[in-house]
Structures are given as structure tokens and as C-alpha cells.
């Protein structure tokens, strides 16, 4: 008889009920009831009672939920608990726990997979409009972060990408808010260009940059440089995943991008 092995394969028969699964973010397989939409990341550990009943079903009446399930369908299941995992971590710009972080990426990876545009440089138009970054592996931690006064006196707000992909550019933005007598309101821009480099990468060169208004500048003239070399997107970009609402990228230097799309750009965003 079959051992005590972890499977995700389901029997397509009845009236016998399957187990109800343990939620883990190693795999993704059907909900056990094969009627329902409902997709779960699960790891399936058997149990003595429900042995037999696996061991004993025919090959032919196996399906794994790739099978079942259309891709869409798997895909809206993984970004629901991306999303999930995403909340109260301030898109890990200051740090997140090692176990978080790599349930993120067991996220990512999944998404990756299941890429519908694996040439995204052949089809730009999918990268082009307004986007919000939602989570990155870029860190502002330690001495930075207090150089910075991103820890009392200084608030980082929501970082906006803009895509022209006909003219090849790229704006960055980082809105920032600074605390003191009355509360200081403005934005780091950073303007960058990009060719294709192959059919999932692009190269980027800075441009420019500029911090408004000259209030905030004044604010982070001395540690300017630092503030730029967080920020600066100058190196190479590999698009791994990109659908109508979401993209992901991995930079030259090994981080992670998580942008959500943007239907319309904010109000106070260049």
C-alpha cells in the first residue's frame, strides 16, 4: 500500500469524500471538492485512512489541477496570496523576515511560471502606461535608513514608474513627506532610458534627477548620492512576469520588482 508520501493528485470519483488539505504555500493543486473554482496552495499529506483509496484509483482517473484548472484560473489564485502575503510589510523597502520573504518568492517563482508573455520586448504596449511598485527586495536599512531620517522625520510615500515604451523612457518616483514646523510634501524624480537587449530584457541608462520642491531638496542635499544610489534603475531589467495588471522584473543586482498597473496616473504624479 502507498506510504505516507505527500501527493496533489486528486480521484475523480464518488460518493467518497477527500481529506481536507493543509494549507502550505509549497504547491498549488485543486480544492478536493473537483466541482469548485476554488484553488488552494496546499501540500496533501495522506492519512491512514485515505491510503487505500489513492493507491487503489487507476491512473487515467488522476488529474492534477494543471490539468482541471485553466491557467487564468491557477494565476488569480497565486496573486490572492501574493497579495496576502504582501500586507503590512510597507513593500519590504525596510526589511521583512527571511521566512516572509521567501514566501513571497514562492509566489513570485509560481507567477514566473506561468508567464502569458514570455517575449515581453516584442510586445512593449504591455509594459507602457502608469505603474505602482508594491513590493521589491531593495532594503533602506541600518545607517541608510538614519542618514536618510526615514525613521522620524521622514516619510516615504508611494513609489510610481511611467513607461513611454515608443520613446524608450522611463520616469521613477518616490514621494516623500518631511515632518517639522508644517508638513513638507514632494517627490524624487528620476528620468532613465531603455533598449532592448533581448526578448525578455531591456538596458536602462540614467538620465537625470531631481528632487521638488527645493525645501525637501535641502532636506536630503547631504546625503543626496545615497538617496540616488537606492533609487538608481541604471543596469539591466529582466520583465519575468507581465499580464494586463501585474509585472515583475529582476535587476543586474539581484532584486525583485513587484509593480501593479495603474489605470489612470495619480493626480500629483509627474
Not at 98 to 126: D, G, Q, R, W, Y
Not at 239 to 258: A, E, H, M, P, Q
Request: hydrophobic residues 35%; contains cysteine.
Amino acid at each position: 500500500m502507498a506510504g505516507a508520501a505527500t501527493t496533489t493528485k486528486f480521484m475523480l470519483q464518488h460518493p467518497i469524500p477527500a481529506p481536507k488539505p493543509i494549507i502550505t504555500p509549497n504547491k498549488l493543486v485543486q480544492s478536493p471538492n473537483h466541482n469548485s473554482s476554488i484553488l488552494s496552495f496546499c501540500s496533501i499529506k495522506s492519512s491512514p485512512q485515505n491510503r487505500n483509496i489513492y493507491a487503489a484509483a487507476p491512473q487515467n482517473d488522476l488529474l492534477t489541477a494543471e490539468q482541471e484548472e485553466p491557467k487564468e484560473h491557477t494565476t488569480t489564485a497565486i496573486k490572492l496570496h501574493l497579495f496576502s502575503a504582501l500586507q503590512g510589510i510597507n513593500r519590504g523597502i525596510f526589511g521583512v523576515s527571511s521566512e516572509k520573504k521567501s514566501e513571497i518568492e514562492s509566489f513570485v517563482h509560481l507567477l514566473e511560471s506561468l508567464n502569458p508573455t514570455p517575449h515581453p520586448t516584442l510586445s512593449l504596449h504591455k509594459i507602457d502606461g502608469n505603474w505602482r511598485l508594491i513590493y521589491t527586495t531593495i532594503t533602506i536599512l541600518g545607517s541608510k535608513r538614519t542618514k536618510l531620517g526615514l525613521r522620524d522625520f521622514v516619510t516615504l510615500g508611494d513609489l510610481f514608474q511611467s513607461i513611454n515604451a515608443a520613446q524608450g523612457k522611463a520616469v521613477n518616483t518616490a514621494k516623500f513627506s518631511a515632518r517639522g514646523l508644517s508638513l513638507l510634501s514632494g517627490h524624487l524624480t528620476i528620468e532613465a532610458s531603455f533598449k532592448v537587449a533581448s526578448n525578455s530584457r531591456v538596458d536602462i541608462t540614467y538620465n537625470k534627477s531631481a528632487i521638488t520642491p527645493d525645501q525637501l531638496m535641502n532636506v536630503f542635499r547631504k546625503n543626496y548620492d545615497l538617496l540616488l544610489g537606492i533609487f538608481n534603475p541604471e543596469g539591466w531589467l529582466e520583465i519575468t512576469y507581465v499580464d494586463d495588471s501585474l509585472r515583475i522584473g529582476r535587476d543586474d543586482k539581484g532584486n525583485i520588482f513587484i509593480l501593479e498597473r495603474l489605470l489612470e496616473a495619480a493626480s500629483d504624479n509627474p
